[in-house]
Each structure stands twice: as C-alpha cells, then as structure tokens.
C-alpha cells in the first residue's frame, strides 16, 4: 500500500529514513518522488528542509551557470513545426527546478547525423551537460542511441539502466528505452555527461531527478576530484 501523507507527515525521511551516503541519498530521492507523483504527495524544498535533508541537497545541486547544460529534442515532427515540443521544455523547467539553468531546446530531426551533430555542436559550446529527449526506442527512425555514441568515449551504462527501473515503476513500456549515457569530450573543459533521455515529459522529470544528484560528482570526476 502506498503511504498517505497523513502516514509520513509530508517527510521522505519518515517513509524512507536518513540517508548516509550520496548514493543512498540519490536512490531514496528518486524513490520519494515516484512515491509522491502516485501518492499525490507535495514533496518539495521544505519538506527537505523538515527531514534534514536540504544541506545535501542543495549541495550536490548548486551547480550555476558554469555547468552550461543543453537540452536537445529529437523529433521529426517537432523539427518540422507538426507537433508541440513538449518533452524538451519540460526537462529545460526539471533541469532550473535543481538549479541547473540550460537555454531553449535546441530541436533537430530523427537520425544519426543530425544527432550526433546537434551533441557535437553543444559539446563544441562547452556544455558540461547534454540532455537530449527522444528517438529513444524501437521504430526505425528512433536513432538517438545509435546518433549519441559515436561522440562518447566512455560508457556509463548504469545510469540508464536505472533511468529505466526508475521509470518503469509508473510507465512500464519504459523497459523499451534504448537511451545511453556517457563522457564525451568537450571545448574548453575537462569533458561532458551526455545522456538521452525519452520523449515523454514523464520520464524526463524522472531522469533529471537521477542526474541532479550525480552531475556535480561525475563533473568533480571529470576535472580530477577524489573519488
């Protein structure tokens, strides 16, 4: 049975209990949110202040300006003005929510090239942060995977895999997400996160919920920080 917020008090630590680690902090906060999307649970900066968990938080997320993220949206409708972008819009409001500013959606067609190209052109800007959102599943135009990995040169294969057990939870066609994520090399800079994320605005807030806690560790990795 899913907790009220009569039973919890509106407190991920009285569901959850307090976290010790950064790692254990990020699993209990993504959990806290599925919990209180299904649960109808307002979960927000004071209730983290109330369970003692706003110190951490709020360090892990005080990332400013110098991040430089992009969102891009791949879509070939959206790309041809068919469709509202909803899904980019949606991470670009997730990713400020955290504290990570990023500007517009940069939106470009379905395929390997013009994926592969709109990551290059960001990670040529200096983004420290590329998210893109969709072209990640199972028809033929999905390439963002296929578009994506050729400007990696490192692998990190666990935050998709769970990305997908987060998401599957409350989608459960997210188990057809093909997304990745990994480091990639980036101007002016000690590297970039890169990670696909899909199209729908659901999994996007999922997501930005995983990365807001892992993305001032893998950047403080990146640029020679202890483990």
């Given at each position: 049975?899913?907790?009220?917020?009569?039973?919890?008090?509106?407190?991920?630590?009285?569901?959850?209990?307090?976290?010790?680690?950064?790692?254990?902090?990020?699993?209990?906060?993504?959990?806290?949110?599925?919990?209180?999307?299904?649960?109808?649970?307002?979960?927000?900066?004071?209730?983290?202040?109330?369970?003692?968990?706003?110190?951490?938080?709020?360090?892990?997320?005080?990332l400013?300006?110098?991040?430089?993220?992009?969102?891009?949206?791949?879509?070939?409708?959206?790309s041809?003005?068919?469709r509202?972008?909803?899904?980019?819009?949606?991470?670009?409001?997730?990713?400020?929510?955290?504290?990570?500013?990023?500007?517009?959606?940069?939106?470009v067609?379905?395929?390997?090239?013009?994926?592969?190209?709109?990551?290059?052109?960001?990670?040529?800007?200096?983004?420290?942060?590329?998210?893109?959102?969709?072209?990640?599943?199972?028809?033929?135009?999905d390439?963002?995977?296929e578009?994506?990995?050729?400007?990696?040169?490192?692998?990190?294969?666990?935050?998709?895999?769970?990305?997908?057990?987060?998401?599957?939870?409350?989608?459960?066609?997210?188990?057809?997400?093909?997304?990745?994520?990994?480091?990639?090399d980036?101007?002016?800079?000690?590297?970039?996160?890169?990670?696909?994320?899909?199209?729908?605005v659901?999994?996007?807030?999922?997501?930005?919920?995983?990365?807001?806690?892992?993305?001032?560790?893998?950047?403080?990795?990146?640029?020679?920080?202890?483990?």
């Amino acid at each position: 049975m899913i907790p009220t917020k009569a039973d919890t008090g509106g407190r991920p630590s009285a569901l959850f209990g307090r976290a010790h680690s950064m790692f254990e902090l990020a699993a209990i906060n993504v959990d806290w949110l599925i919990v209180s999307r299904v649960a109808g649970i307002r979960c927000n900066r004071s209730a983290f202040a109330a369970s003692g968990y706003c110190g951490t938080v709020k360090t892990q997320l005080k990332l400013g300006a110098e991040l430089g993220a992009v969102v891009i949206t791949v879509s070939d409708r959206c790309s041809r003005g068919e469709r509202e972008d909803r899904s980019g819009p949606a991470a670009v409001d997730a990713l400020l929510e955290v504290g990570i500013p990023a500007g517009p959606p940069r939106v470009v067609p379905d395929g390997i090239e013009s994926v592969a190209g709109a990551i290059s052109a960001a990670l040529g800007d200096g983004a420290r942060l590329v998210v893109t959102t969709g072209g990640t599943g199972v028809s033929s135009r999905d390439l963002t995977p296929e578009g994506t990995v050729t400007v990696l040169h490192t692998l990190l294969p666990g935050i998709a895999e769970r990305m997908r057990a987060v998401s599957v939870a409350t989608i459960p066609t997210a188990m057809l997400s093909r997304g990745i994520a990994g480091i990639a090399d980036s101007v002016g800079n000690n590297g970039a996160l890169v990670v696909n994320l899909p199209g729908s605005v659901g999994a996007v807030n999922d997501g930005v919920g995983i990365l807001a806690l892992l993305v001032r560790h893998v950047i403080d990795q990146l640029d020679g920080g202890d483990h």
